[in-house]
């Protein structure tokens, strides 16, 4: 057992170590040119203009969640992706849908803290919180 959890254990930090030097290589995190572009090459020709209009059109910190979700690499990508450019890119606006009847209003990111204390609090507890 020792051995396993040594390896495992060696694994994870083989990973920080990563994305340690991803994050120093590149610490504002957005995207370099070289990187868009590698993932834009991919896109069918029909799709890559317009695709490249809404790139010009959002933040840069949002647009390689936004390629990732383009290129159907992730699922939750694309919501994160959906639900930003819904509220025109401001993650703040996200936590604080409003937008009910939206299919994805489970799925979205960036929830409130107080709704997490909501479902895992008492409702007699919660009520007397305020």
Same mark, same amino acid.
């Given at each position: 057992?020792? =051995?396993?959890? #040594?390896? *495992?254990? =060696?694994?994870? #930090?083989?990973?920080? %170590?990563?994305? @340690? @030097?991803?994050? @120093? @290589?590149?610490?504002?995190?957005?995207?370099?040119?070289?990187?868009? #572009?590698?993932?834009? &090459?991919?896109?069918?020709?029909?799709?890559? =203009?317009?695709? *490249?209009?809404?790139?010009? #059109?959002?933040?840069?910190? /949002?647009?390689?969640?936004?390629?990732?979700?383009? %290129?159907?690499?992730?699922?939750?990508?694309?919501?994160? $992706?959906? /639900?930003?450019?819904?509220?025109?890119?401001?993650?703040?606006?996200?936590?604080?849908?409003?937008?009910? &009847? /939206?299919?994805?209003? =489970?799925?979205?990111?960036?929830?409130? %803290?107080?709704?997490?204390?909501?479902?895992?609090?008492?409702?007699?507890? /919660? $009520? %007397?919180?305020?």
């Amino acid at each position: 057992m020792e =051995a396993t959890e #040594q390896i *495992e254990r =060696a694994g994870r #930090q083989g990973s920080l %170590a990563k994305a @340690r @030097r991803a994050r @120093r @290589r590149n610490p504002s995190g957005v995207m370099t040119d070289g990187s868009a #572009q590698n993932r834009l &090459a991919k896109l069918d020709p029909a799709r890559r =203009a317009s695709v *490249e209009k809404r790139l010009a #059109q959002m933040p840069p910190t /949002c647009r390689n969640n936004y390629l990732k979700a383009v %290129a159907g690499k992730s699922p939750a990508a694309g919501i994160k $992706a959906f /639900c930003m450019e819904c509220v025109c890119w401001d993650r703040g606006e996200v936590a604080g849908c409003t937008s009910l &009847a /939206c299919p994805l209003y =489970a799925y979205r990111p960036f929830k409130l %803290a107080v709704e997490k204390e909501r479902r895992t609090c008492p409702p007699g507890i /919660c $009520a %007397a919180r305020g």
